[in-house]
């Protein structure tokens, strides 16, 4: 599964920003897809994730419900971040994932960069 990321940039806190994931090599509908956030000097944290199919089942960290949103469009093999009300602390590395069982991420892809100003 190759994964390629993209959306990313610099906005000033309290704008908005699309990221999306666009995934090839695989059967698109048979992976549940994910986002993740890598901010500098910590650990990668989980962010949100959309089941596999139609997508019914959405998670979302606490740091980010109610301003983040996870869907998918299969007819684009491709997965959206929109991110809304955003926050400095929101700056980080954001990467999309695949699992191809349940939320067992076995792709990643390269990781785009959002930058929140003050």
């Known amino acids: 599964v190759q994964l390629q990321a993209s959306g990313g940039g610099l906005v000033l806190a309290g704008a908005y920003l699309r990221l999306s994931c666009a995934a090839s090599?695989?059967?698109?509908?048979?992976?549940?897809m994910g986002w993740y956030r890598q901010a500098p000097g910590k650990e990668r944290e989980f962010v949100a994730r959309?089941?596999?199919?139609?997508?019914?089942?959405?998670d979302y960290a606490d740091s980010v419900k109610g301003r983040f949103s996870i869907s998918r469009d299969n007819s684009q093999n491709t997965v959206y971040l929109q991110m809304n009300s955003l926050k400095p602390e929101d700056t980080a590395v954001y990467y999309c994932?695949?699992?191809?069982?349940?939320?067992?991420?076995?792709?990643w892809g390269q990781g785009t960069l959002v930058t929140v100003s003050s």
């Open positions: 994932a695949a699992a191809r069982s349940g939320f067992r991420w076995d792709s």
């Open positions: 090599g695989t059967i698109f509908t048979a992976n549940s």
């Open positions: 959309v089941s596999d199919g139609g997508g019914r089942r959405k």
